[in-house]
């Protein structure tokens, strides 16, 4: 971007979440400006282990302590729906496999059976799952796709509508209706900042936003194992998954990290690494080699709910506490509905914060 560009709405931040801000504004007749601080897609989006799961980062029993039966159940059947659009959307980014929640012991395999009573009661897709990998939920309608490759496509069919967006153009400043970039800056009517991991610090206003970093590590081909979904387990720590070309993508043990981990530089660390490898060869029995290791930032909050927030003038949204794929999609077509109806898909689900006085 160069000089002063004018737009109605200017998103900050292209990953998944940012991307569905545009696509939404875009179906809603608005001019849309975006800009990224590096590549679409460049953070969590393009780091992650590539899980489209439905409902809340937790377990739908927790949600429904936290939001009711009625709210958590509303936000779960979203999220389904969601999943189908990005099928439908980007069909060479999502596949519909299921996903496998696994227990690794007593205690765990004793949630498992009250998430699924508590799913069952909602009527939503669960069966108890019991096979060579263990005990645990298989959810029929989860899928896994490669987020990357999904944000890449959406921001070329948002540049053919006609949105402008902008890569290497980090927002250095921002106010409600300006965004300045080392070479340029939007002058809008609202600002929406769609940033997951270290949204703390790009919105200082936005204080429930802790950030974490997460590690991954990928193989080449392993013929010797078959994983026909995403697996998680140990209480959604550790998950992993074989790609259709056969190399295993396994991320996790960030406890293991304790405070270390609470960081947003996103460079992978020898213990994290360590213990992803002693379990990809023990856990997992998988024999080829490891071909890639990488970390990204990861937006928590302390009720496992994202935060929308709304200041004068402009947006702010994230804190998906690990599982953003797909209820970032959510919240960014909400913000955008927001952003210019005042109604949102989120109505008397998701509260929208406000700063205080
Ligand atoms: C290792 C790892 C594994 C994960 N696995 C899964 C999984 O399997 N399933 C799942 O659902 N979720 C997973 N997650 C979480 C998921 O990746 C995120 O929740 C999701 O990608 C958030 O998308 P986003 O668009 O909100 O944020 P991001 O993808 O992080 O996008 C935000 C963008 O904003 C840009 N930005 C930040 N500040 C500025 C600024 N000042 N100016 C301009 N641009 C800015 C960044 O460069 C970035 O591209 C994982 C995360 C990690 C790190």
């Not at 990953?15 to 800009?35: C, F, H, I, P, T």
């Not at 990005?86 to 299921?98: D, K, S």
């Not at 909602?122 to 989860?142: K, N």
């Not at 069919?157 to 402008?164: L, P, S, V, Y």
Request: hydrophobic share 40%; charged share 20%.
């Amino acid at each position: 971007m160069k000089g002063r560009v004018d737009a109605q709405v200017c998103v900050v931040g292209l990953g998944g979440s940012g991307l569905n801000v545009v696509g939404e504004l875009l179906d809603l007749g608005v001019d849309v400006v975006g800009v990224e601080r590096g590549r679409v897609g460049g953070g969590a989006t393009g780091r992650n282990g590539g899980f489209f799961l439905a409902g809340t980062p937790d377990f739908h029993h927790r949600a429904v302590a936290t939001m009711g039966e009625e709210r958590a159940a509303a936000l779960y059947r979203l999220t389904l729906e969601q999943i189908d659009r990005m099928w439908l959307e980007t069909p060479n980014a999502v596949q519909i496999t299921g996903s496998l929640r696994l227990g690794v012991d007593q205690e765990e395999i004793e949630d498992c059976r009250e998430q699924l009573q508590s799913m069952q009661a909602a009527r939503l897709p669960v069966t108890a799952y019991s096979g060579r990998e263990g005990h645990g939920l298989l959810f029929p309608h989860d899928g896994r796709g490669n987020p990357l490759r999904r944000a890449r496509a959406l921001a070329s069919k948002a540049r053919m509508r006609g949105a402008r967006l902008f890569e290497q153009s980090p927002a250095n400043a921002l106010t409600p209706t300006l965004v300045e970039t080392p070479h340029g800056e939007v002058h809008c009517e609202t600002v929406v900042v769609a940033v997951d991991g270290g949204l703390e610090k790009t919105v200082p206003a936005v204080k429930s936003v802790r950030t974490a970093r997460a590690q991954m590590l990928a193989t080449g081909p392993a013929y010797e194992v078959d994983i026909p979904r995403p697996v998680y387990a140990r209480w959604g720590y550790d998950y992993w998954q074989q790609l259709p070309d056969k190399r295993v993508v396994l991320g996790g043990f960030r406890d293991l990290g304790g405070r270390s981990e609470w960081t947003r530089d996103a460079v992978p660390s020898g213990p994290i690494q360590q213990s992803l490898e002693i379990f990809l060869r023990d856990g997992l029995g998988v024999r080829a080699p490891i071909t890639h290791r990488w970390a990204g930032a990861i937006g928590f909050t302390r009720d496992k709910l994202p935060v929308i927030w709304r200041g004068a003038g402009g947006w702010a949204f994230g804190g998906y506490s690990g599982t953003g794929n797909v209820l970032g999609a959510v919240c960014g077509r909400a913000v955008a509905q927001w952003v210019v109806t005042g109604h949102s898909l989120l109505d008397g689900i998701v509260s929208v914060t406000r700063p205080s006085a």
